[in-house]
Structure formats: C-alpha cells, structure tokens
C-alpha cells in the first residue's frame, strides 16, 4: 500500500449505475482516499478523463499513486455494441488491456468489472474456471477484455463477473431491470410482450459496491484468485420481475403479456448463465461473505 494512512482507490465509470454506487462505497469510507474518473457524465466532483488517451491515462494514475484501480467504465449495451463494434472493442478490450500494463508498472491492483455473457447459457451453473463461449459481440469484447488483462505478465490483475444489475439511476433506462418498472406503471394501453424464456440474476449495484469495498481490505494473507463470481442468487425471468413489480407497487400487470417462446430477432442472449459463486463466499469467509440482497427487500428499501 502506497500511504500507511489511506487506501488510494482509482474507479473509473463513476457517473455511471454500478461506478457511481462504487465511488461512493469508498469515499464514505475513512480509510480511503478516492478518485472518480468519468468521461461522458462528468459531475459530483469526479475527474473528467478519455481512457481512451493512453498518455493522459498513465500521468493521472502515476500522480494519484492508486493501491486499486476499479475499472466499471465499459460498453455494456449489447445492442449497442452490436452497432458499433469497433468502439466497443476499444472500450472492452483496449482500454482494460491498457490499465493492466499500467497495473505491472505503477504496482497497483486491476478489478475489471466483467460479465455473466462471457457464457453462452446452456450448462449452468459456471464456475471461474468454465469455459467461455458468448454469443453475441458484448460478450465476445467482454472476453477479450478478461484475455487482455489475465495476458498482461506482472500484472495483479482480477476479474469480477456480475450478471444483469438494477440499483439506484438518474433514469430507469440506464437499467435493463429498472426500465421493466416503467412498464408496468404504463397506463396507456399499451400491451408489452414480456420474456419469460431466459432466466436472469438481478443483482443490486449497492450490493456489489459494498463487496469491492470489502475485497480491497482482505488481510495479504486471503489470496485473491484471477476470476471472481459476484451474484445475487434469486432467478427471475423479466416475466416474473415485472409481477414482483406489479405486486410491490400496487400496479396492474395485466398489459405486460408472457413470452416464453427463444428470442427470434434482436441480438442474441444466453439462456441462464447462472454464476457459481461458491470461491468467492470461500474468499470472504470472515470478512461480510457474499452478502446480497434479495429483490424483494431492495426494492422496498429503496435500493431501486
């Protein structure tokens, strides 16, 4: 550690849904000293920073001397990464790969914030160790990007798979799980057809940041393994959040219409990619556990 006093921790996406919750995680801790790192949503005293310019990136890391960088920037829209292929790679594959060479040379530790897409949903649960196999080209960028940052000799670097997240957002679209509230409480008479073939693991971007919070303070003696699982453990297809929903919020679901035949069009999605999470509770045994939250209890505490 850099200064005896303070843990220096670098997040960067910190304006966004998972990097904000994060940001804020270790700047109410004491013990920390924080830097948010932001580009397209620059606010609340973050630093705005291009990690795509490779030297301005290297002089504000070797400045603030980070014991940890978090690294939640990402493309995380499938569709869009499916339009724009090519600046989803930069951002998924060239920019993690980068913060992992600046990780053997500035001896700071690298989580790169990864994905349950890196599977392609047919044999769950998956273990750290699966084989990864995406089936659509978030998930391939998202892969590549675990590669770039496993690759780099020297590094101490650290990937953390999540599944799909909800929390706290400026707007409910920001969320593949909070927008579903928005139609439920749709009075317009529109009719939704609803998946209720693929089974998801909504997991609570509170939840996660409290947990990076915690790895950051494990004793040397715990020793992190290259891939870790995050996941809340309750499965839902969008179907039945939408009826957990309804039921919270006193709402009518009778718009919002159950499809449970495989998706024909759009972009390709995995079945289940259920997270085993087993290494990880292991890892933190003493130190909080998983520790998650169900969906029930988050929406109603406000964690949504």
């Given at each position: 550690m850099s200064s005896t006093t303070s843990l220096r921790v670098v997040v960067t996406g910190a304006s966004g849904m998972l990097g904000s919750q994060v940001y804020n995680a270790f700047k109410q801790d004491d013990g920390c000293t924080v830097l948010g790192l932001a580009h397209s949503r620059t606010k609340d005293g973050l630093r705005n920073l291009d990690l795509t310019d490779e030297s301005s990136t290297?002089?504000?890391?070797?400045?603030?001397?980070?014991?940890?960088?978090?690294?939640?920037?990402a493309e995380r829209r499938p569709d869009i990464a499916e339009k724009d292929p090519d600046a989803a790679r930069v951002i998924n594959v060239s920019v993690p790969g980068n913060l992992a060479k600046l990780s053997k040379a500035l001896k700071f530790k690298?989580?790169?914030?990864?994905?349950?897409?890196?599977?392609?949903?047919?044999?769950?649960?998956?273990?750290?160790?699966?084989?990864?196999?995406?089936?659509?080209?978030?998930?391939?960028?998202?892969?590549?990007?675990?590669?770039?940052?496993l690759s780099m000799t020297g590094s101490q670097?650290?990937?953390?798979?999540?599944?799909?997240?909800?929390?706290p957002v400026e707007k409910n679209s920001d969320s593949a799980i909070n927008v579903l509230l928005d139609y439920v409480a749709d009075t317009s008479g529109k009719r939704y057809k609803m998946d209720h073939y693929a089974t998801r693991y909504p997991t609570n971007v509170v939840d996660i940041a409290d947990f990076l919070l915690r790895l950051t303070k494990l004793p040397p003696?715990?020793?992190i393994p290259p891939i870790l699982h995050y996941s809340a453990g309750e499965p839902f297809t969008k179907y039945e959040i939408c009826l957990v929903?309804?039921?919270?919020?006193?709402?009518?679901?009778?718009?919002?219409?159950?499809?449970?035949?495989?998706?024909?069009e759009g972009t390709?999605?995995?079945?289940?990619?259920?997270?085993?999470t087993r290494e990880t509770e292991e890892l933190m045994e003493g130190y909080g556990g998983l520790s998650w939250t169900p969906f029930e209890e988050a929406v109603n505490s406000g964690m949504f």
């Open positions: 290297e002089e504000t890391l070797t400045v603030f001397k980070p014991d940890w960088v978090i690294h939640c920037a690298l989580v790169y914030i990864s994905t349950d897409y890196v599977f392609d949903g047919t044999s769950p649960p998956y273990t750290p160790s699966s084989p990864t196999n995406p089936l659509n080209l978030y998930g391939q960028t998202k892969r590549d990007g675990e590669i770039a940052v670097s650290i990937v953390l798979r999540v599944p799909v997240l909800y929390g003696s715990r020793v929903l309804a039921r919270i919020r006193g709402l009518s679901h009778e718009h919002i219409i159950a499809d449970a035949e495989p998706p024909k390709p999605r995995p079945r289940d990619c259920q997270l085993y």
